[in-house]
């Protein structure tokens, strides 16, 4: 089997991608694009991430046998649990119930949670209205986790799917998001038995020992 080249750094969005390669056994190599020193804007990473994010995947065996690059995490989810048939169910209504809680991660929880994370942690100057602003989108959004966990196991069903690979990695901070596990147990619950997965904590541990501080705008997740 040919191995995939994964472009990333060890944020929440590369750690999905992280996650889904260990889960579904497929070997690959890690090469890290430092966005702390600006790797995503040399014109060569641009030539295959346009928007310059981090991460994208190189799969030499791609559709039809053809080698695919893609950036986007969400669609590299996507992809690699089509070419698995792993972690996405086949079934069309079950397929989208999965699909919408990916959205979900992909629109609200990563770019909220990014942005509380950078006010509290990262902004050189701190701005008690963007803190509270995002805080309280945060608290909200983990509401909506907690009352989807208490009508399924799973965000996007009856099994654990790219939705919650997703999502986990975002979340992995809830203390600095302002949250307190007793008041949210089915996501504690949830949360404990995705950590405790074999192949999230290799996933997690990719380049863990090389993140640095996110302290600019510059360095998006």
Request: glycine share 8%; net charge neutral.
């Amino acid at each position: 089997m040919a191995t995939i080249d994964v472009y990333t750094w060890p944020t929440p969005n590369g750690h999905k991608v992280h996650i889904m390669l260990e889960e579904c056994g497929l070997p690959y190599t890690a090469i890290p694009v430092n966005i702390g020193a600006g790797e995503q804007f040399r014109p060569e990473f641009l030539a295959i991430s346009p928007n310059n994010k981090i991460p994208v995947l190189l799969d030499p065996d791609g559709p039809d046998g053809k080698p695919i690059s893609l950036f986007e995490s969400g669609a590299i989810l996507m992809y690699l649990a089509e070419k698995t048939g792993r972690l996405l169910p086949a079934a069309a209504r079950d397929k989208h119930e999965v699909l919408q809680w990916l959205m979900f991660q992909v629109g609200g929880v990563g770019p909220m949670i990014g942005q509380l994370s950078h006010f509290r942690s990262s902004a050189a100057e701190k701005l008690d209205y963007a803190i509270e602003r995002y805080g309280r989108e945060a608290a909200r959004l983990y509401n909506v986790i907690e009352q989807r966990l208490t009508h399924s196991p799973w965000l996007g069903g009856k099994e654990y799917s790219i939705a919650d690979i997703a999502t986990f990695p975002w979340l992995r901070g809830w203390r600095n998001h302002g949250i307190v596990l007793a008041d949210h147990p089915r996501f504690e619950q949830w949360f404990r038995t995705i950590e405790e997965r074999p192949a999230v904590q290799r996933g997690v541990k990719v380049m863990a020992d090389v993140r640095k501080q996110v302290t600019s705008d510059k360095q998006a997740v």
